[in-house]
């Protein structure tokens, strides 16, 4: 979650509004990305519920750094 957020936040930063949400989707798909990947390898266990904190944290990293 807080890597995710952070990965979302930073962009918020320096960047304009349909850069850092375009990267904000690329962050999100990249971690959907990973969780199918831990189904090939073993000791790891593919679930939705990563995929969702890990969107939470995406989400969470661009309110936080929304100009208010």
Request: net charge negative; aromatic share 10%.
């Amino acid at each position: 979650f807080t890597a995710y957020a952070v990965l979302a936040f930073l962009p918020t930063l320096h960047e304009r509004r349909p850069t850092f949400v375009g990267i904000a989707l690329g962050i999100i798909a990249m971690g959907v990305c990973l969780e199918f990947g831990q189904r090939l390898s073993e000791g790891r266990f593919f679930e939705i519920g990563d995929m969702a904190a890990n969107t939470g944290g995406v989400l969470t990293g661009l309110i936080l750094g929304l100009p208010s």
